[in-house]
């Protein structure tokens, strides 16, 4: 069956064209993020509640844990320490697992439609970030609880959240592409996402890695993101500038590594579904 162009179908007949694509993206979009909003929680009896308890039940895991191993927090509270880290960390994790099988889910829209693919791992990430706002939620409550002083400093945020949701769609966006091709990838993402989480500063701070292995350690985006977390919303300070600026190297790395790997894969995308 031949496939409709996107671009060209139902009220688009009329349209002009390049410049008037970038409207219709978002349209598709807002529309796919919406659809994955309302169908998440469904038949769900605690449903958004799922948000705030992932990373908290992490976050009492990681204080249990602590009452075994001394566990260094920075002169902060633990429950602030660790769970500042785990709300950038349960996002990254999430948006990338709903990535890998966004294109293999989509498979009927894809082989009838022409369209960006690129569209479905980025609704992941976008829909995920309402799980990021409501944890934040929590997180600003424990930091008026704990008496947490805010300044300045929350300038630096939208930064970190942009740099966050590149991080994700970057590493979300060559899972869904390979993982199409073969689902190893796809069922190897929990793996990964575990390992990933003990080689970033969720757990411990930045300072107890070793000096000698830091520069090498900071070739971790996710370094940059969780230690500015940390230091603009508990520290009322402004990211450390070298794991940050390492994040940004890495993430466009990233990004300029999976965006034309998953361009390539999307040609034969409706041929394997």
Not at 34 to 60: E, H, K
Not at 94 to 100: D, E, I, P, Q, R
């Amino acid at each position: 069956m031949p496939t409709t162009d996107f671009w060209n179908r139902g009220v688009y007949v009329n349209t002009s064209p390049s410049a008037r694509r970038w409207p219709r993206f978002f349209s598709l979009l807002s529309a796919l993020v919406v659809r994955d909003l309302t169908s998440r929680y469904r038949r769900s009896s605690l449903g958004m509640w799922w948000a705030f308890l992932q990373p908290l039940i992490l976050m009492l895991l990681f204080n249990m844990l602590r009452g075994f191993v001394n566990i260094p927090s920075d002169g902060i509270p633990y429950v602030l320490f660790s769970y500042a880290a785990l709300t950038p960390w349960t996002f990254v994790s999430n948006s990338v697992s709903s990535c890998g099988p966004s294109i293999i889910t989509n498979a009927e829209v894809i082989k009838k439609i022409a369209l960006p693919r690129e569209v479905f791992p980025l609704a992941c990430v976008v829909a995920t970030l309402f799980d990021f706002a409501v944890s934040c939620i929590l997180l600003a409550g424990m930091m008026a609880w704990f008496g947490v002083p805010v300044g300045l400093s929350l300038l630096w945020l939208p930064v970190l959240i942009v740099l966050m949701a590149a991080v994700a769609f970057s590493v979300g966006l060559l899972i869904s592409g390979l993982g199409t091709f073969r689902k190893d990838f796809i069922f190897a993402t929990p793996f990964l996402m575990q390992a990933w989480l003990f080689v970033t500063p969720v757990i411990y701070p930045l300072s107890t890695v070793p000096e000698s292995w830091r520069l090498l350690y900071m070739m971790n985006p996710m370094v940059g993101v969780v230690e500015g977390f940390r230091n603009v919303l508990l520290k009322a300070e402004p990211p450390p500038m070298e794991p940050l600026a390492c994040a940004v190297v890495i993430t466009g790395i990233l990004l300029a590594i999976a965006w034309p790997v998953f361009r390539s894969l999307s040609s034969y995308f409706a041929d394997v579904l």
